[in-house]
């Protein structure tokens, strides 16, 4: 039947490109009249009736897709009847579903009685599928974009392997049988890693696929006519698997394949068991294979074990430290790509140019190198999901985000363009001006030359970013130098200073000129480093590392506020980290963390002995914005249930390493926003005292879920059970209980539980109630004080609980009350006045602070209460004072110091208590003061020179602890301070005889 001239509406269409819809009609007229015929030879439905039964828009959408496509063109001419199967199928407005398309494959399969039919049905299937895809991709019905169609491609892909791996394995069975069992008793079948884009599940219109074989454990097949070793028989399943996709026919091709991937190339074997793959990336792999790693998914064959393998190579592809050692890499990689593609005049390709795809996947994957490790959401094979985690780690502004990934979509669109014009793997711009006509219409522009204008736009913010990323740290140092002349020393002036191409007195000199007091002393230090063992044994890698940073360090030391004292403190620091050259790579890639390196070691020798013991820490030097800003409570809990939640609940090392790292990590911010003087000092220890209640609520819980998982549930009092919120409570006494933590400071730690003493716990494996708590609190012990290679937690002192050493170590709240009441000693309600609860149950701790106001609240003999405490502070100060230098006081313990003030708050409570009960809410000693004041118990100007003083005292403790000072004062600085104190104490607690 014939079709009328004006069947495809050409008035949507650029004028230009009218011409080729006619030809293509005219081909696609001439196969639906020779389908006509033989239809009408056979009886058959007309291939024509059909066509005509297209509606006004899918008719549009048709001549749309063939001006544009010589594939869909092809295809059409040849298969004629696949339009209205597609139609009906739905498939032209919507893609089908994974198992839609296994379904469909299947189907076809059945009827391949040999690798020849295979083939022909493999190629046909795909070329209709792929139809499908280029005609949605075209057209954009509701849901179909660029990510959709990649999604499609890859679906496409996966269906297409793991149906013909499915055919093979059943069709060479009879001759070589099956793989024998692993040694679990599972069965073995290939591993299919899909790499690249087929990892991702972002292929493009027309992409090779790169694929990894493997398979779990050595062994021969059974039940065929021939036995073959597992490597010889998967090495031959292999190579069937990639001739059914990618060897050409007359139908075409499948997938080109491409498997260079693999441990050495080409070079190596195309199929590894696990164990030797695993073997070949600890001791072999190298950097770009990380890089390819970052993709690698299981896409066909047994996907189970691919997994499995996947996590066992885990370690190699993201490391537990932040690994800019990476950035290298990929620079390096750029740089050969960028050679390849000036020797070739590439310069156009929007893949690999300048500004082009590979660029964005360069800035996304060295944030996966460098961070996965550590921030395990980046641990997924999917850019575009990897790239909208970045804001929210940190990483990348939301703004930069929000420019690449509509610019990446653009290029990946005019791929797709590009390839959908032959099914071609081509990025390069057409020269052709109809070619150029069919991409605008393709990408719904007006025009060739608003292509190239917005392509213009797009590449040059990439390159922006990519460069922003990427840069070699060198080239911006040298920008940001001062011009020649004003005092600047240039890189290669430092260079040849580290190592030792200038003579002595040359190097002395620009020492000096850079800033240096002592430029002798400080190039002896350099020349000490440079020619120790441990530099001169070092690897290659790690060698190159260190002489890239040094002329980057010797450059932020000359421009630090203290150069001599940054150096002296700094290189302690860079000979810890030797052997570990990812954090000499972590300070080379980021100039600005050296700036800030040098002024907080220059600052304090406590920061500079904490990074140089916990290099981990360098990591903070990366992020000033939380560098100087310390979290408040609600997002330091958030932040530490965010990093535990990245480990598995029972690898517990792992937990114990996390805790220690948040805590060092965390007191750092303290200490840096400390020495930059952004931070009060009560707000100091406000910070350290939040960060240590944190971490007791976090290890409380751990040791919770850790004795009730053994041992069951404690019950309670009343005999009902326990709940998973710990019934238990810690409280803190001393600098803790008073707000007042330093950066040193151990935990004054009492436990407390409300459950009945004498049940058990409902477990399989129960105990007795005050066995299960003592348990608890022996593991809430551990869990602060275990080594790890980040150190301890906290150091605790249990000695102020009922009884001290000779005491429960966790005891009844009836009990802790009885104590109290009936046995305590004065200095022990003394110590009371500073607890309070830091971690535990609500209910719990209500019960606490009513016996704690009950205690302190109680009406005491002023006089013998004057003279218990005078006769505890008489014997603290002959142990502890007295020990300073002429001229010097000891800040804590000499008369007028910080304890005398403590004694004083706490004579106050115990005394007043009974009348001012608003003394018994605070526990730290300012608030107490503030109280004594507000009622009038204490004359206002006494409590505040006391407040003054206290003050005072503890800044000047505190600062000593940041400079590794004791903590001493001179006389003359504390006199009216002193005075203040001494003048209070005799009014108060020693007055004179009338």
């Not at 579903?97 to 469909?104: C, F, M, P």
């Not at 694929?211 to 292999?238: D, V």
Request: with cysteine; hydrophobic share 40%.
């Amino acid at each position: 039947m014939p079709i009328p001239d004006d069947f495809l509406p050409a008035d949507t269409l650029p004028s230009a490109l009218v011409p080729a819809l006619e030809k293509a009609w005219q081909r696609l007229g001439e196969s639906l009249a020779q389908g006509d015929s033989v239809a009408e030879m056979t009886g058959q439905e007309l291939p024509s009736e059909n066509w005509l039964g297209l509606d006004p828009e899918r008719r549009r959408q048709l001549a749309r897709v063939i001006a544009i496509s010589d594939f869909a063109a092809d295809t059409l001419v040849r298969y004629p009847d696949w339009l209205q199967h597609l139609d009906a199928s739905g498939e032209l407005d919507e893609a089908p579903g994974v198992e839609t398309l296994a379904a469909w494959l299947a189907e076809r399969l059945e009827g391949a009685d040999d690798e020849a039919a295979l083939h022909a049905a493999l190629r046909r299937f795909r070329r209709a599928r792929m139809l499908g895809i280029v005609w949605r991709d075209l057209t954009r019905p509701a849901g179909i974009d660029m990510w959709a169609t990649s999604a499609s491609v890859s679906r496409l892909a996966e269906v297409c392997l793991e149906g013909a791996l499915g055919w093979l394995e059943t069709h060479l069975e009879p001759r070589w049988g099956r793989p024998a069992p692993r040694a679990d008793g599972s069965e073995q079948r290939l591993v299919v890693l899909g790499m690249g884009k087929l990892g991702a599940g972002e292929l493009n219109l027309s992409s090779d696929i790169d694929l990894i074989f493997a398979y779990p454990e050595k062994g021969e097949t059974e039940g065929g006519r021939k036995t073959l070793e597992h490597q010889e028989y998967f090495t031959k399943l292999g190579q069937k698997l990639i001739a059914a996709l990618d060897a050409v026919t007359a139908d075409g091709f499948v997938f080109r394949v491409d498997m260079r991937l693999r441990p050495l190339g080409d070079g190596g074997p195309l199929v590894g068991n696990f164990s030797s793959l695993a073997a070949y990336y600890q001791d072999q792999g190298r950097e770009w294979e990380r890089y390819a790693m970052l993709k690698a998914r299981p896409v066909a064959g047994d996907l189970g074990a691919g997994s499995e393998l996947l996590g066992n190579l885990r370690p190699f592809v993201y490391r537990k430290y932040l690994d800019f050692g990476a950035i290298e890499s990929l620079r390096e990689m750029k740089a050969l790509i960028n050679r390849e593609v000036k020797r070739r005049g590439m310069q156009a390709n929007i893949k690999l140019g300048p500004g082009g795809i590979r660029e964005v996947e360069f800035v996304v994957q060295a944030f996966q190198l460098i961070r996965g490790g550590r921030d395990t959401e980046l641990q997924v094979t999917s850019l575009r999901t990897a790239l909208t985690r970045l804001p929210a780690l940190g990483l990348l502004p939301q703004d930069v985000v929000d420019e690449l990934e509509p610019d990446y979509v653009f290029l990946r669109d005019l791929e797709h363009a590009l390839q959908a014009l032959e099914d071609r793997q081509t990025q390069s711009l057409p020269d052709d001006d109809l070619d150029r006509e069919r991409v605008a219409l393709a990408l719904g522009m007006e025009d060739w030359p608003a292509v190239v204008a917005r392509l213009d736009e797009v590449r040059g913010r990439v390159r922006h970013h990519f460069d922003a990323v990427i840069a070699d740290p060198e080239e911006e140092v040298e920008e940001s130098s001062e011009a020649p002349g004003e005092g600047a020393r240039s890189l290669e002036e430092w260079r040849a200073l580290w190592c030792g191409e200038l003579e002595p007195e040359e190097a002395q000199a620009l020492l000096a000129e850079a800033g240096f007091d002592q430029a002798e002393l400080a190039l002896r230090r350099l020349t000490t480093l440079r020619q120790s063992r441990q530099v001169q044994s070092m690897q290659r890698i790690g060698y190159e590392r260190l002489e890239a940073l040094m002329p980057l360090l010797l450059d932020a030391a000359a421009a630090s506020d203290a150069p001599d004292t940054a150096l002296e403190r700094v290189l302690p620091l860079i000979e810890s980290v030797l052997r570990r050259t990812a954090y000499l790579a972590l300070l080379r890639e980021n100039p600005e963390a050296l700036s800030h390196l040098m002024g907080l070691c220059g600052g304090s020798p406590w920061i500079a002995e904490q990074l140089a013991r916990y290099p981990i820490l360098l990591d903070e030097l990366l992020t000033p914005d939380t560098l100087y800003t310390p979290a408040d409570k609600a997002r330091l809990a958030d932040e530490l249930r965010q990093a535990l939640g990245r480990i598995p609940e029972d690898d517990e090392e792992a937990q114990l390493e996390a805790l220690r790292v948040f805590k060092h990590a965390h007191v750092l911010r303290v200490a840096a926003s400390d020495i930059a003087g952004t931070r009060h000092l009560m707000k100091v220890s406000d910070y350290l005292t939040y960060i240590a209640e944190v971490l007791l609520e976090k290890v409380l819980a751990m040791a919770w879920r850790h004795l009730v998982r053994k041992h069951g549930y404690p019950l309670r009092r009343d005999g009902t059970r326990a709940g998973s919120e710990p019934e238990f409570l810690i409280v803190g006494y001393g600098k803790l209980g008073g707000i007042e933590l330093g950066y040193g400071s151990d935990l004054d730690l009492v436990f407390i539980h409300d459950a009945d003493s004498q049940g058990e716990t409902d477990g399989a494996r129960p105990i007795d109630t005050p066995v299960f708590f003592t348990r608890l609190g022996q593991r809430i012990i551990h869990l602060l004080t275990a080594v790890t290679p980040a150190g301890t937690l906290y150091e605790v002192d249990m000695r102020l609980r009922p009884s001290g050493n000779a005491g429960l170590l966790a005891t009844t709240l009836e009990a802790f009350g009885e104590y109290q009441r009936r046995e305590a000693w004065t200095w022990e309600h003394q110590a009371l006045v500073r607890a309070r609860v830091v971690a535990g149950h609500p209910r719990l701790a209500e019960g606490f602070d009513a016996v704690r106001r009950e205690i302190l609240g109680r009406q005491r003999d002023c006089q013998a209460l004057r003279e218990e405490v005078v006769k505890m502070r008489r014997k603290m100060r002959d142990h502890l004072g007295g020990k300073s230098g002429e001229g010097e006081f000891d800040l804590k313990h000499d008369p007028g110091g910080m304890v005398d003030i403590e004694f004083l708050c706490q004579f106050a409570v115990l005394s007043m208590g009974h009348d001012t009960p608003e003394l018994l809410q605070w526990s730290d000693n300012m608030r107490i003061l503030e109280t004594l004041e507000s009622s009038a118990r204490l004359p206002a100007e006494e409590c505040q020179r006391l407040r003054e003083a206290y003050l005072a005292l503890r800044s000047a403790a505190h600062r000593a602890s940041l400079t590794r000072q004791p903590a001493r004062g001179r006389d003359a600085d504390f006199h009216a301070h002193r005075k203040a104190v001494i003048d209070a104490w005799q009014r108060l607690l020693e007055p004179a005889a009338p």
